[in-house]
C-alpha cells in the first residue's frame, strides 16, 4: 500500500475526499468523508494529537472541522496515549449510534525520541546489532533509527490500546494506516520525507484492518496481493461501513471483489515506473 503524497495536508485532502489527480474539482463538488457518515446517520468525532483548526484555516483544517464532535489534544503537549482516554469517553456512551471515529497520532514524526516515553527506550544497535552497516550510517544515524524503531514500537502498542478498547463492541472494526512514510539513511545521507526529495520509503506505508467479527462483514473480500493506494481509501472504509451513495465505486475499495488495480500515483510520480 502506497500513500498518494509524502507530505501530511496534502495527504488529508486525498484521503478525506473523493478528488482525483484528474478531477481536482471533486474537492468541493463531492461530498468529503465526514459529509457522507454525518448524512448516513453516523456520529461522527475526529480526535488529533496533531494540531488542526486556529486561525490560519487550511483545506485540512477545513475537512477536518466537518466531524460532529472534535478534540484537539496537541496543545497537552503529551504522547499518542493522550487519545485513549478521549476514545474511551467516547465508546462508554451507551447510545447505540453507530460512530465514525478518526483518530489522528503524532505517530512518528521527527524528533522521533520526542514520541515515546522513557520505557520505550528499548532499541540500541550497539548491544542488538539490528541497524546493518551501510557509508552512510555513521554512529549518529544508527542511533537515529534505534530512535525511530522504538517510536514505531510505542505507535504499535497505541494501535494494540485502540483494539483492546473497541474489541468488545458490537461490529467493530479499525482500519490502521500512516499517512506517508519515511526514509531513514536507505539510499542516501538523509532521514525524513521530502517530496524534492521523492523516494519510495516514503510513501509505502503499512495498512491494516481489524474486525470484533469477521461473520459481521460477510461480503468483504480479503486479498494481501492487491496494490493500492490510499487515495481511495474513503472508497474503502464506505465499503466496510455498508454505505452506498452516488460516488460510491466499488472497484476502488481494496475490500471488494470488484476492486480494479490502477496505476499508483504520488504527486507527479508513478510508483510502478519509479526505482528506489
Not at 471533486?26 to 465526514?34: A, Q, V
Not at 551501510?134 to 517510536?151: G, V
Not at 472508497?235 to 460510491?248: H, R
Amino acid at each position: 500500500v502506497v500513500s498518494p503524497q509524502v507530505h501530511t495536508i496534502p495527504v488529508i485532502r486525498s484521503v478525506f475526499t473523493l478528488s482525483e489527480k484528474n478531477h481536482p474539482e471533486y474537492f468541493t463538488e463531492k461530498p468529503s468523508l465526514f459529509e457522507v457518515f454525518n448524512r448516513a446517520g453516523f456520529e461522527t468525532f475526529f480526535i488529533s494529537n496533531q494540531p488542526f483548526g486556529g486561525k490560519s484555516k487550511t483545506s485540512y483544517d477545513v475537512l477536518l472541522n466537518l466531524a460532529q464532535n472534535k478534540y484537539s489534544l496537541s496543545q497537552e503537549k503529551k504522547n499518542d496515549e493522550v487519545v485513549l482516554g478521549k476514545l474511551h469517553e467516547i465508546l462508554k456512551k451507551k447510545d447505540n449510534k453507530n460512530k465514525l471515529i478518526v483518530i489522528h497520532l503524532i505517530g512518528n514524526h521527527m524528533a522521533y525520541e520526542f514520541r515515546y516515553p522513557k520505557n520505550f527506550e528499548i532499541f540500541d544497535n550497539q548491544k542488538d546489532g539490528l541497524v546493518g552497516d551501510a557509508k552512510y550510517r555513521n554512529s549518529a544515524a544508527k542511533k537515529m533509527i534505534d530512535r525511530y524503531d522504538n517510536s514505531v514500537l510505542y505507535n504499535d502498542s497505541i494501535v494494540y490500546d485502540v483494539i483492546q478498547q473497541i474489541k468488545d463492541q458490537p461490529k467493530a472494526s479499525m482500519l490502521y494506516f500512516s499517512d506517508h512514510g519515511e526514509e531513514l539513511y536507505d539510499l542516501r545521507d538523509f532521514a525524513g520525507h521530502a517530496y524534492e526529495k521523492f523516494s519510495l520509503y516514503m510513501c509505502e506505508v503499512p495498512f491494516m484492518l481489524w474486525i470484533s467479527d469477521p461473520k459481521e462483514y460477510p461480503s468483504l473480500q480479503f486479498d494481501t496481493h492487491r496494490p493500492y493506494s490510499t487515495v481511495d481509501v474513503m472508497q474503502s472504509i464506505s465499503n466496510i461501513a455498508g454505505l452506498k451513495y452516488k460516488d460510491f465505486d466499488e472497484t476502488k475499495s481494496i475490500f471488494s471483489n470488484s476492486f480494479k488495480p490502477k496505476e499508483r500515483l504520488i504527486g507527479e510520480y508513478s510508483y510502478e515506473k519509479e526505482t528506489r
